[in-house]
């Protein structure tokens, strides 16, 4: 009988998911075919980019040297020259070459003043260089005033060995929070401001097979950063100044009675053409295995609408189209029918997959 009543509860509450999801489908499925491209608030309810906002600013880019990254620095460099607006750009990624062919084409075939842009070439992954790095970034210029926190790298592995997690952790995850620790303490509490905007992806809330760690990156970035917000935003700025910093420091740092402000944006891209695929990590922690992404959106259009969400400074932006937009809003509002949908599925993900790593592993053999 007990179990007769479980079963009864079961259909029961799968039942209310199901009506409750019907509502959040139709305003997804609204939202998708009207704006196509992001979530309502971002699409409908937000001003137009303002060019202003990026006056005089130093903008840091990580994973600069292609896709979102690259497309974001040109979209910047290309606000400055038409709208005559001084901004200054450090471009970031473990690739120098690639890096010395944006800033190439941001000098020669955009205009923006070579001293306007550094490249600060490193691996984010390795953190024993980002503290050293950190203040590189700073002394350029003195300050920095947005950072893109855009590097990462992607995971196709099924039932992968623990190498393999941890690089994606450490770049996606430990990276991405240590500098953006470093930038908020010696750099926006003195200044009293700063803007942080993340490129994470709508796999925070979607599991997909064969992809645990990339998925729990960003997940464990979700989570980070909107408690950091909250810390940001909450707490008694004049109590935490008097207790964490000295009062010579203080009076080095120009830090008196002024709050700072400093925001936070994550953003949440679906699917978007870039390379990104091609640097996997597979199942062995070995960086091979994909080819470039050809679905979603362009990279231009993400970085656009990353540019649009960072001047109305957004807290939670999502950046999808069509599909992916309608499933992120279910999976948002309603996850027991998401569930239910990708446990249909998850078949197909996980052959996909383990079809690509059986032919790596052959070819390593």
Same mark, same amino acid.
């Given at each position: 009988? /007990?179990?007769?009543?479980?079963?009864?509860?079961?259909?029961?509450?799968?039942?209310?998911?199901?009506?409750?999801?019907?509502?959040?489908?139709?305003?997804?499925?609204?939202?998708?075919?009207?704006? @196509?491209?992001?979530?309502?608030?971002?699409?409908?309810?937000?001003? @137009?980019?303002?060019?202003?906002?990026?006056?005089?600013?130093? &903008?840091?880019?990580?994973?600069?040297?292609?896709?979102?990254?690259?497309?974001?620095?040109?979209?910047?460099?290309?606000?400055?020259?038409?709208?005559?607006?001084?901004?200054?750009?450090?471009?970031?990624?473990?690739?120098?070459?690639?890096?010395?062919?944006?800033?190439? #084409?941001?000098?020669?075939?955009?205009?923006?003043?070579?001293?306007? &842009?550094?490249?600060?070439?490193?691996?984010? +992954?390795?953190?024993?260089?980002?503290?050293?790095?950190?203040?590189?970034?700073?002394?350029?210029?003195?300050?920095?005033?947005?950072?893109?926190?855009?590097?990462?790298?992607?995971?196709?592995?099924?039932?992968? @060995?623990?190498? !393999?997690?941890?690089?994606?952790?450490?770049?996606?995850?430990?990276?991405?929070?240590?500098?953006?620790?470093?930038?908020?303490?010696?750099?926006?509490?003195?200044?009293?401001?700063?803007?942080?905007?993340?490129?994470?992806?709508?796999?925070?809330?979607? $599991?997909?097979?064969?992809?645990?760690?990339?998925?729990?990156? =960003?997940?464990?970035?979700?989570?980070?950063?909107?408690?950091?917000?909250?810390?940001?935003?909450?707490?008694?700025?004049?109590?935490?100044?008097?207790?964490?910093?000295?009062?010579?420091?203080?009076?080095?740092?120009?830090?008196?009675?002024?709050? $700072? #402000?400093?925001?936070?944006?994550?953003?949440? $891209?679906?699917?978007?053409?870039?390379?990104?695929?091609?640097?996997?990590?597979?199942?062995?922690?070995? !960086?091979?295995? +994909?080819?470039?992404?050809? =679905?979603?959106?362009?990279?231009?259009?993400?970085?656009?609408?990353?540019?649009?969400?960072?001047?109305?400074?957004?807290?939670?932006?999502?950046?999808?189209?069509? !599909? #992916?937009?309608?499933?992120?809003? &279910?999976?948002?509002?309603?996850?027991?029918?998401?569930?239910? &949908?990708?446990?249909?599925?998850?078949?197909?993900?996980?052959? =996909?997959?383990?079809?690509?790593?059986?032919? /790596?592993?052959?070819?390593?053999?």
């Amino acid at each position: 009988m /007990n179990g007769f009543k479980k079963q009864i509860f079961e259909l029961f509450g799968i039942f209310c998911s199901i009506l409750y999801a019907i509502p959040v489908f139709f305003w997804s499925f609204f939202v998708a075919a009207l704006r @196509k491209d992001s979530d309502f608030v971002l699409g409908y309810l937000s001003s @137009k980019t303002s060019h202003d906002y990026f006056r005089d600013k130093v &903008i840091w880019i990580t994973g600069s040297s292609s896709g979102i990254g690259k497309s974001l620095a040109i979209i910047l460099s290309e606000l400055s020259i038409r709208y005559k607006i001084p901004l200054f750009i450090i471009l970031t990624s473990r690739d120098s070459v690639e890096l010395d062919l944006v800033k190439s #084409e941001l000098v020669e075939v955009i205009g923006i003043p070579e001293e306007n &842009i550094l490249i600060l070439s490193f691996d984010i +992954g390795d953190l024993s260089l980002i503290d050293s790095k950190v203040e590189e970034a700073i002394k350029w210029k003195g300050r920095i005033d947005l950072f893109y926190n855009n590097a990462g790298v992607g995971q196709k592995a099924i039932l992968g @060995k623990f190498e !393999s997690d941890k690089k994606v952790m450490m770049v996606n995850t430990l990276g991405s929070i240590m500098i953006s620790r470093l930038l908020i303490h010696k750099c926006f509490i003195p200044q009293r401001c700063g803007h942080i905007i993340n490129t994470l992806s709508i796999q925070a809330y979607i $599991p997909l097979p064969g992809r645990c760690s990339y998925g729990a990156s =960003k997940r464990a970035n979700l989570s980070f950063f909107q408690s950091l917000r909250m810390e940001l935003e909450g707490i008694n700025w004049d109590d935490y100044l008097s207790t964490e910093i000295s009062k010579n420091e203080m009076e080095s740092k120009n830090i008196f009675s002024v709050s $700072p #402000e400093i925001l936070i944006t994550n953003v949440y $891209p679906g699917h978007v053409k870039t390379e990104f695929d091609v640097r996997n990590i597979m199942y062995d922690g070995s !960086s091979n295995g +994909g080819v470039s992404n050809m =679905k979603g959106m362009s990279s231009r259009e993400c970085a656009e609408l990353m540019i649009k969400a960072t001047t109305n400074k957004l807290k939670e932006v999502w950046i999808a189209r069509g !599909s #992916e937009l309608i499933f992120t809003y &279910i999976s948002y509002y309603s996850p027991n029918v998401s569930g239910l &949908i990708s446990n249909i599925l998850n078949t197909k993900f996980v052959e =996909k997959v383990w079809e690509l790593q059986k032919s /790596n592993l052959k070819k390593s053999t």
